[in-house]
């Protein structure tokens, strides 16, 4: 992604970075977002999940934050080191040009690997250059108390819980609860700053210079070695490939887990209720990433998503309660109480900030059907699954079988009561569509004739109850007229033909109520209570679903240019949140697994479609 200008950077001018000028970096185990001033306002430590230590972005004056930046008015410009995850942050002042790299390096189980070490360094290029930083942790979302001392040239913070070393090559100098460092830069000089957690085996420990420049390159020949695995030689290879290492840094290196994505309530719309924790593993998510990951070429990552769900999401049907959650934590844990931190003030003042999610105790029947579909990929395109697998598999497709009929509370999550949801009742189609198939391909053992009898009534009820004569279209649930961007899916999932005359009808409605310059609204808050107050802005993952669903209908050129619109609304850096505002602002937790492996698979199936 080529460099733009992301305005300019005057120490104090503003107390809120909007959601998309940050960039991501992390090491499969946590991430941190850093701003285009060149402050880190999200961290979390040690994990993705854990309580921040950095949390700027949901409050100014509580969260804590880690700036680092030109002490002199100066435009910055932002970009990754190309096909890495590693993140210039470049400042232009009068007197010259100088950069921050902000990086953290993906160790394996060592010891070492227990520091969480995230470097940044900051080099003068041209002329000199003044910088300022300030390192102002606030331990467990700003509500737990530390000290701060020096022990030799290592600051070290301590809280009851988690204790951080910052070293640096320039002098520390303590204030408060906080430390400081003003240090000039001549052209070919820099400064370093480590920040490890410390405790236990880990002993606060100096980063020279030559340690951070040999962990940057170490740092970078990790990503392009792993990028370089990639299948994709499409088109969109510069846009495809930001997604695929986006979606990598989303995921948990010592499970398999992929997250959500790596924030919690960043806001739907400003001044808005609409804030979630998305920092856990939804069944939904991670096995369409599998999808997405499977297609580039990346099989290690899908074979440890398998591992996650053998190890920590065995199905146990017994009757009563439904075998999988909607959301594991990226430990496998399944308590995600949701609860409200009053003591923050949220994004832009977007209260609640929430950490948990009560949507973990939802029904949602549609996670069924994607998490089937993966296994059925990662069966054909990756290796075959286990016997044990198989046995897994079963019990999910004959509780499918004797539970396809209930009301949920859908795909969306609506807190406005459960409903007779279609697109529900197709990935239930697809999760015993999809057993049939393996079980067939394979030669393995199953109820074919109760599987077949349940698969025709799922598709029979859906033709039937799930098309609105009067709208022309395939509604969002059984006996109305209300549409719903999710039935996109028809189509991609194989349930329906993409150039049927009832589909091609519904794929016009769905143009004329939910698009708006190629930008799809899941569905209309006022014509279908959510329970929610507020509304929402397009959502992102639908905006790429409508263009796969036009390329496999035929629009192609519609559908590309729907592709190039939609690629406008990314950041500077190619990152997407979960939806866009009516001004263009992402809105939501950022950056979205959902959008970005969407992204993969439009950019797939239009170059495909394109020749």
Same mark, same amino acid.
């Given at each position: 992604?080529?460099?733009?200008?992301?305005?300019?950077?005057?120490?104090?001018?503003?107390?809120?970075?909007?959601?998309?000028?940050?960039?991501?970096?992390?090491?499969?185990?946590?991430?941190?977002?850093?701003?285009? %001033?060149?402050?880190?306002?999200?961290?979390?430590?040690?994990?993705?999940?854990?309580?921040?230590?950095?949390?700027?972005?949901?409050?100014?004056?509580?969260?804590?934050?880690?700036?680092?930046?030109?002490?002199?008015?100066?435009?910055?410009?932002?970009?990754?080191?190309?096909?890495?995850?590693?993140?210039?942050?470049?400042?232009?002042?009068?007197?010259?040009?100088?950069?921050?790299?902000?990086?953290?390096?993906?160790?394996?189980?060592?010891?070492?690997? %227990?520091?969480?070490?995230?470097?940044?360094?900051?080099?003068?290029?041209?002329?000199?250059?003044?910088?300022?930083?300030?390192?102002?942790?606030?331990? #467990?979302?700003?509500?737990?108390?530390?000290?701060?001392?020096?022990?030799?040239?290592?600051?070290?913070?301590?809280?009851?819980?988690?204790?951080?070393?910052?070293?640096?090559?320039?002098?520390?100098?303590?204030?408060?609860?906080?430390?400081?460092?003003?240090?000039?830069?001549?052209?070919?000089?820099?400064?370093?700053?480590?920040?490890?957690?410390?405790?236990?085996?880990?002993?606060?420990?100096?980063?020279?210079?030559? %340690?951070?420049?040999?962990?940057?390159?170490?740092?970078?020949?990790?990503?392009?070695?792993?990028?370089?695995?990639?299948?994709?030689?499409?088109?969109?290879?510069?846009?495809?490939?930001?997604?695929?290492?986006?979606?990598?840094?989303?995921?948990?290196?010592?499970?398999?887990?992929?997250?959500?994505?790596?924030?919690?309530?960043?806001?739907?719309?400003?001044?808005?209720?609409?804030?979630?924790? /998305?920092?856990?593993?939804?069944?939904? #998510?991670?096995?369409?990433?599998? /999808?997405?990951?499977?297609?580039?070429?990346?099989?290690?990552?899908?074979?440890?998503?398998?591992?996650?769900?053998?190890?920590?999401?065995?199905?146990?049907?017994?009757?009563?309660?439904?075998?999988?959650?909607?959301? /594991?934590?990226?430990?496998?844990?399944?308590?995600?109480?949701?609860?409200?931190?009053?003591?923050?003030?949220?994004?832009?003042?977007?209260?609640?900030?929430?950490?948990?999610?009560?949507?973990?105790?939802?029904?949602?029947?549609?996670?069924?059907?994607?998490?089937?579909?993966?296994?059925?990929?990662?069966?054909?395109?990756?290796?075959?699954?286990?016997?044990?697998?198989?046995?897994?598999?079963?019990?999910?497709?004959?509780?499918?079988?004797?539970?396809?009929?209930?009301?949920?509370?859908?795909?969306?999550?609506?807190?406005?009561?459960?409903?007779?949801?279609?697109?529900?009742?197709?990935?239930?189609?697809?999760?015993?569509?999809?057993?049939?198939?393996?079980?067939?391909?394979?030669?393995?053992?199953?109820?074919?004739?109760?599987?077949?009898?349940?698969?025709?009534?799922?598709?029979?009820?859906?033709?039937?109850?799930?098309?609105?004569?009067?709208?022309?279209?395939?509604?969002?649930?059984?006996?109305?007229?209300?549409?719903?961007?999710?039935?996109?899916?028809?189509?991609?999932?194989?349930?329906?033909?993409?150039? #049927?005359?009832?589909?091609?009808?519904?794929?016009?409605?769905?143009?004329?109520?939910?698009?708006?310059?190629?930008?799809?609204?899941?569905?209309?808050?006022?014509?279908?209570?959510?329970?929610?107050?507020?509304? %929402?802005?397009?959502?992102?993952?639908?905006?790429?679903?409508?263009?796969?669903?036009?390329?496999?209908?035929?629009?192609?050129?519609?559908?590309?240019?729907?592709?190039?619109?939609?690629?406008?609304?990314?950041?500077?850096?190619?990152?997407?949140?979960?939806?866009?505002?009516?001004?263009?602002?992402?809105?939501?937790?950022?950056?979205?697994?959902?959008?970005?492996?969407?992204?993969?698979?439009?950019?797939?199936?239009? #170059?495909?479609?394109?020749?």
């Amino acid at each position: 992604m080529s460099t733009t200008p992301t305005g300019t950077a005057v120490p104090g001018a503003t107390r809120y970075v909007p959601i998309a000028e940050h960039g991501l970096i992390g090491d499969l185990r946590s991430v941190a977002l850093v701003g285009t %001033e060149g402050t880190i306002d999200w961290y979390c430590c040690p994990s993705f999940d854990a309580p921040s230590v950095f949390a700027a972005i949901l409050d100014a004056e509580r969260g804590g934050c880690f700036e680092l930046s030109a002490s002199v008015p100066a435009r910055t410009k932002q970009f990754y080191f190309p096909d890495t995850n590693v993140l210039i942050t470049r400042f232009f002042t009068e007197d010259g040009v100088g950069e921050v790299q902000d990086f953290m390096p993906v160790d394996g189980g060592s010891v070492e690997a %227990e520091r969480h070490r995230l470097i940044r360094r900051v080099v003068c290029v041209r002329g000199s250059v003044p910088f300022r930083t300030r390192v102002a942790p606030r331990f #467990d979302y700003g509500r737990r108390p530390h000290t701060v001392r020096m022990v030799g040239d290592v600051a070290v913070f301590e809280s009851e819980a988690l204790s951080l070393g910052l070293t640096a090559t320039v002098p520390l100098e303590v204030d408060g609860l906080d430390t400081r460092a003003d240090f000039k830069l001549s052209e070919g000089e820099s400064a370093v700053f480590a920040l490890d957690q410390v405790g236990g085996e880990v002993s606060p420990r100096r980063c020279a210079r030559t %340690e951070a420049e040999e962990q940057f390159a170490t740092t970078v020949a990790y990503w392009r070695g792993w990028l370089s695995r990639s299948k994709y030689r499409g088109r969109w290879r510069e846009m495809v490939h930001r997604s695929a290492l986006t979606l990598k840094l989303l995921t948990y290196a010592p499970t398999g887990a992929i997250v959500a994505a790596p924030t919690t309530s960043l806001p739907e719309q400003l001044g808005g209720e609409r804030n979630w924790d /998305y920092r856990y593993v939804w069944v939904r #998510d991670a096995a369409f990433c599998v /999808y997405a990951m499977l297609r580039l070429g990346f099989t290690e990552e899908a074979e440890a998503f398998m591992k996650f769900l053998t190890q920590y999401v065995s199905p146990c049907a017994d009757g009563h309660s439904a075998p999988l959650q909607v959301m /594991y934590g990226i430990d496998g844990r399944t308590d995600l109480t949701e609860t409200e931190l009053p003591h923050l003030e949220g994004h832009q003042g977007s209260a609640p900030v929430r950490i948990g999610n009560a949507a973990s105790d939802q029904l949602q029947l549609d996670i069924y059907g994607a998490l089937i579909d993966s296994i059925y990929l990662y069966d054909k395109w990756a290796q075959p699954i286990s016997s044990a697998q198989w046995d897994d598999v079963c019990t999910l497709v004959d509780w499918v079988c004797e539970h396809w009929d209930q009301p949920d509370e859908g795909v969306w999550e609506t807190r406005g009561g459960r409903k007779n949801f279609l697109y529900s009742r197709l990935m239930c189609w697809v999760a015993i569509e999809r057993g049939i198939r393996m079980a067939n391909r394979r030669g393995l053992p199953a109820d074919l004739p109760r599987w077949q009898a349940c698969r025709d009534t799922i598709y029979r009820r859906i033709m039937k109850r799930g098309w609105s004569e009067t709208r022309k279209a395939f509604v969002q649930h059984e006996d109305d007229d209300v549409l719903d961007a999710a039935v996109l899916m028809m189509p991609l999932a194989k349930f329906i033909a993409p150039t #049927d005359p009832k589909w091609l009808s519904t794929l016009d409605a769905l143009t004329q109520d939910l698009v708006s310059d190629s930008l799809v609204y899941r569905y209309d808050p006022e014509a279908s209570p959510d329970g929610l107050r507020g509304d %929402e802005g397009t959502f992102s993952i639908c905006s790429f679903w409508y263009v796969e669903a036009m390329v496999r209908a035929g629009r192609v050129d519609e559908a590309r240019l729907a592709f190039e619109k939609m690629l406008t609304y990314a950041n500077h850096l190619g990152l997407y949140a979960e939806e866009i505002s009516h001004t263009g602002e992402q809105q939501g937790n950022f950056p979205q697994a959902f959008t970005h492996l969407a992204l993969i698979s439009a950019a797939f199936n239009l #170059d495909r479609a394109l020749g």
